[in-house]
DNA sequence: CGGCCCTAATTT
DNA sequence: AAATTAGGGCCG
C-alpha cells in the first residue's frame, strides 16, 4: 500500500518522461521526442536520433500487427529531420533504430517506428545481418524476461564521417545497444558496439559492459537509477546469463579482429566458460 | 555442402 | 502488391 502512494506521488511529481527508467540522461537544451512506444534524442548535426529509449515486453514482442512500411519525415523535428531522397540510392539502408519487428503490438507504434528521425544510414549487409540477429536476441530476452528495457543507436562521436543527401545524413561508424533487465530475481545488464559492416563473429564477441558503451557514447544510460545500482549493473557483464547460443568453434574466435573496438581503459566482462 | 523456408528491407 | 536482395537457421 506504501508503494502504491509514493508511485502516485512520484509519477505526478517528477519531469516528464522521468518514470521511464530507460532514459539517458538529458541535458534541458535536448531535442527528446516521445512518440508511440519509444522516446529518442535527436541530433540535428548528423541528423539522425542519438539515441532511442523503449521498454520491450514479452506481450509486446507477441504482437500481430503487420510491418507498415510507411517511411515519411518526422514532422516533430524542429530544424527537420531527414528525408527519404537522403537516402535514395546512397547505397545504404534507412535502418530502423528501433525494430519495426519490436512494434507489432500497436499500428501506431509501428507506424511511429517509420519516421526517419528514427533511421540510420547502415550496411545493407549489417542492417539484414548481425544487427537484426541482435535485434532478434532482443525480442527472445523480452520474452525470457518478461520486459526489458533497451537503448539502441549510433555511436556519433567516431567521425569524421561520410555523408548522404542533401540533408547531410552522418554514416555512423559504428552502433551501439545497452540492455537492462531489472526485473527479480536477476537484474542484469549488457552492452554491445558492433561496427557498420558485414559482421563476421559470434554475437558474443560483440558484447561490453554498459560501462564501455558509455564510454564511447559519452551517453549515461540508466540514469534515474540509484548510483549503486546503476554501478552495480553497468560495470558487470554476465554472459551466462544473456542466451547467445554462444558459437563455441574457440579456432574461428582465435584471430578476431577488434581494431573496430575503440580503445577503451578497462574491460571487466567475465566470460562464463 | 546445397536446398528450403523464414525474416527484414528495398525496389518496381 | 509483388519481386528482389541479403542473410540466418535447419536439415539431409
Known sequence: MKKCIFLVLFITTTPLFSQNIELPYYSNSSEIIQH?????????????AEWVAYQLTDIEVNGNYERSNNFRKDPHISKESATLKDYKGSGYDRGHIIPAADMKWSPDAMSASFFMSNMSPQDP??????WKKLEGHVRKWAVENREIYVVTGPVLIDGPYQYIGVNNVAVPKHYYKVVLDYLEPELEAIGFILPNIKGNYPLSQYAVTVDEVE??????????????????LESDLDLSVW?????????KDQNVDTTYWINTSSDTRHNSN
Not at 508511440?36 to 539522425?48: A, P
Open 215 to 232: 564510454k564511447i557514447t559519452d551517453i549515461d544510460f540508466f540514469y534515474i537509477l540509484s548510483d549503486d545500482v546503476e554501478e552495480m
Open 243 to 251: 542466451s547467445l547460443s554462444l558459437n563455441i568453434d574457440v579456432k
Open 125 to 130: 549487409s549489417f542492417n539484414r545481418g548481425i
Open 36 to 48: 508511440t512506444g519509444y522516446v529518442l534524442k535527436y541530433n540535428e548535426q548528423f541528423e539522425q
